[in-house]
């Protein structure tokens, strides 16, 4: 459970379009499954035609041109579209990929279209990804393979993710930003989950006991469910919110209320401790020395959110 008592993330005003993408930064899962759920909106059940208008995926488009969208999803980072006579376009955003859609007629493509889907009454444009590509089912079944536990998957298994993780002295950030351990999630929702729990980014994974997991992995899953919702990463709680506390809203390009990432050198919104960042597993990481301490809290089972506050923290709320 959250280390403060936390009902989850705070409701917000506004959701981030379907088809946006975080410009700077892979989009995080929540991104990809909203995605998912509008390409079967438009285009499920629909014969499409495809075309690629940079040229760079004219082969594919060729292959795609005149076959039925059958259905759609998401695992991890990775966005899949199921066509009849088992293909499979696999897209991968990465940095700089960017979904657009509309109404039919298509207007003419602007800029770098990899892939044009029309049916219909509506359109899909798809430009500047990291993987656009076919896959048969072999190819499919490899990239499943190598994914790890997507907390927004019905099949996800966290216990598997787990024995993988308390075999490991990398630092628990680390761990949960590797896509093969855990699908989905990215710097921002890392950062917050692990302010949540009151566990620092550098413990190793081998410390993080199996109730501890259990906690993460639950408030992981809530978070995402949250964002795929909203459109957006919001992760504090009513109390912190900026009506609440009589504070500015947060102004940045992930577009949520947030407890670390991207606040260095910020108060913490809990205990006013200047937030901290340093390199880690290649990127940044964000934590709050205070709120953050370097072993797991401990957590007695069956007991409520607030066992997971170290005794004396300024946020654990009085008997």
């Not at 490991?168 to 590797?178: E, F, K, M, N, V």
């Not at 413990?203 to 978070?223: K, N, V």
């Not at 577009?255 to 205990?271: H, I, M, N, T, W």
Request: charged share 20%; aromatic share 6%; with cysteine.
């Amino acid at each position: 459970m959250p280390h403060l008592p936390f009902p989850g993330p705070a409701g917000s005003p506004s959701a981030e379009p379907a088809t946006g993408a975080y410009p700077g930064r892979v989009p995080e899962g929540h991104t990809i499954h909203r995605l998912a759920a509008r390409h079967r909106e438009l285009f499920a059940g629909s014969r499409v035609t495809a075309a690629s208008p940079q040229g760079r995926f004219a082969e594919g488009a060729a292959r795609l041109s005149g076959a039925v969208l059958r259905d759609t999803e998401a695992f991890g980072k990775h966005l899949l579209l199921h066509f009849g006579r088992n293909r499979t376009l696999h897209v991968h955003l990465g940095l700089y990929g960017k979904f657009a859609d509309g109404p039919a007629p298509a207007p003419p493509p602007v800029g770098q279209v990899r892939l044009r889907l029309a049916a219909a009454r509506h359109w899909l444009d798809l430009r500047g990804p990291a993987a656009c590509e076919l896959l048969a089912p072999p190819e499919l079944a490899a990239l499943r393979a190598r994914l790890g536990a997507d907390p927004l998957r019905d099949d996800a298994d966290p216990d598997a993710a787990y024995q993988r993780i308390r075999r490991r002295d990398t630092p628990l950030a680390g761990l949960l930003l590797d896509q093969s351990i855990v699908a989905g999630p990215g710097l921002v929702y890392v950062s917050e989950v692990l302010f949540r729990a009151g566990l620092a980014p550098t413990l190793p994974g081998r410390e993080l006991t199996a109730a501890g997991w259990q906690e993460l992995w639950r408030d992981l899953c809530a978070l995402m469910k949250e964002g795929v919702a909203t459109g957006r990463i919001d992760t504090v709680g009513s109390a912190h919110t900026p009506a609440a506390m009589g504070r500015a809203p947060r102004v940045d390009r992930h577009g949520g209320e947030v407890y670390v990432y991207r606040r260095a050198g910020a108060p913490c919104l809990v205990c006013g401790t200047e937030v901290r960042r340093a390199g880690l597993a290649g990127r940044h990481s964000y934590w709050c020395p205070h709120c953050q301490p370097g072993r797991p809290a401990r957590i007695s089972p069956g007991t409520g959110p607030a066992t997971a506050i170290p005794p004396g923290h300024p946020g654990r709320p009085g008997p």
